[in-house]
C-alpha cells in the first residue's frame, strides 16, 4: 500500500508540470452556465444555484492568474436574461456586491484587475457602484485582467460598432478606406484585449448564446457537462490540457 502514495504524488507532479508548458491560453472566455438546474437538482430555488456559483468564479481567477492567463472573461449576464423573472434578475444583480466583498482583498493580493464589457449604464445604481469601486481600486494591478460581461450581446455590440463607425465617418473625418478587421476590432468593447484562445461552456450546452461573435471566429470551444456551481481547479486543467492538444490553423495548413 504504502508503494502506492509516492506514485500518486509523481503522476500528480507530472500533470502539474504538463500545465507549466508555454502553450497556456492567453484569453479565456467561460460562459457560466447550469446554475438554476445545479440547484434544482438539490431542490433548491434557483437563486441558491446563483449564490454558490460565486465562490467558483473565486477558485477559476486564482487557478487562471496561477497558470499564467492573461485575461479571463466570464459571461456573467448576457442582454437576453432580462427576459428572466424579476426577482431573479433582481438577485443576479446583487451577486457582484457579493462576489467583492467575499473576494475583492483576494483578487487584489493575486494581483487581477477588473474590468467590464457590455451595456454597464443600464445596469441598476448600485451594481454599477460597487462595480465601479471594484475597477478602480484593481487598476493599478497589473497581474491577470479579469473581465466581467455584464448586459452583454455580441449582436448588440456588432450593431454597436457598426454605429459608431457612421458616427465617426459622418463627424470626426473617418474614412470609409480605412475600415478593415483591425479597425472595426477597435470598436469592439474588447479592443483592448486579444481575441478568446479557449472558451469554456459549462453544463452540456453546447452554444454561444450571443456571447463574443466577432471574437471567437478562431477560439477553441471547450464544453462540459459539470454545472458552474461544481467547476472547480480540476475541471480549468484538465480544459487547459486538452488546450494544449488542440492544433490551431486558421485556415492554413
Ligand atoms: C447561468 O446559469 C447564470 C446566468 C445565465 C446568469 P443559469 O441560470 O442559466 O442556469 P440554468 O442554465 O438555468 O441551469
Ligand atoms: C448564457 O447562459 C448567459 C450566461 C451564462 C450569462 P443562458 O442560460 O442565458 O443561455 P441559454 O438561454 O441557455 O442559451
Ligand atoms: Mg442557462
Known sequence: MSMKIPFLKKKQKAEESQDDLENVPGHVAIIMDGNGRWAQ????????????????????????????????????????NWKRPKSEVDFLMKLPKEFLHMYLPEIMDNNVRIKTIGEFDALPEHTKKVIEYAVDSTKNNDGMLLNFALNYGGRYEIIRAVDKIIHD?????????????????????????????????????????????????YTEFWFTDVLWPDFDEHVFKEALREYQQRKRRYGGL
Not at 456559483?53 to 456573467?76: D, E, P, R, Y
Not at 483592448?192 to 463574443?212: A, H, K, M, V, Y
Request: aromatic share 8%; proline share 2%; glycine share 6%.
Open 41 to 80: 437538482r438539490k431542490g433548491l430555488p434557483r437563486i441558491s444555484g446563483h449564490k454558490e456559483g460565486v465562490h467558483a468564479v473565486n477558485k477559476v481567477v486564482k487557478i487562471a492568474s496561477q497558470s499564467g492567463v492573461k485575461a479571463l472573461t466570464m459571461f456573467a449576464f448576457s442582454t437576453e
Open 169 to 217: 465617418i459622418d463627424s470626426n473625418g473617418l474614412s470609409i478606406n480605412e475600415l478593415d478587421e483591425e479597425l472595426f476590432s477597435q470598436y469592439l468593447y474588447t479592443k483592448e484585449l486579444q481575441d478568446p484562445d479557449l472558451l469554456i461552456r459549462t453544463s452540456g450546452e453546447q452554444r454561444l448564446s450571443n456571447f463574443l461573435l466577432w471574437q471567437s471566429a
